[in-house]
């Protein structure tokens, strides 16, 4: 089993920048990709952005430029550094963690972003 705690979210005006960070426990050395989701009031749950065990990264179209991911394997920590912020970027977001040898697939309890305009 894999645990996932979120932190850092909060509220920010409209351009400015936000950390968030994702800590595994458990069994950590079998994780694969690590990734963040985000989920709006009324719409449905989307990538963000994901990053392998080795370093690659996938951006949704929609923040490509203005988030970054990045991941400390010795923490076993992933984080999103979002910079440019849009009122659009208001949601709870969400670390997910896979094995995919094991097709098993954790959530973390999410966290608050809030734009304001």
């Known amino acids: 089993q894999v645990q996932l705690v979120e932190s850092g979210g909060g509220l920010v005006q409209a351009g400015g920048s936000l950390s968030i960070s994702c800590a595994a426990s458990g069994t950590t050395f079998l994780l694969n990709d690590i990734g963040w989701y985000r989920q709006a009031p009324g719409k449905q749950r989307e990538l963000v952005a994901t990053?392998?065990?080795?370093?690659?990264?996938n951006y949704a179209d929609s923040v490509k430029g203005r988030f970054t991911i990045s991941r400390d394997n010795a923490k076993n920590t992933v984080y999103l550094q979002m910079t440019s912020l849009k009122s659009e970027d208001t949601a709870v977001y969400y670390c997910?963690?896979?094995?995919?040898?094991?097709?098993?697939?954790?959530w973390g309890q999410g966290t608050q972003v809030t734009v304001s305009s």
């Open positions: 997910n963690a896979e094995i995919m040898t094991l097709s098993l697939s954790f």
């Open positions: 990053i392998s065990r080795g370093g690659r990264t």
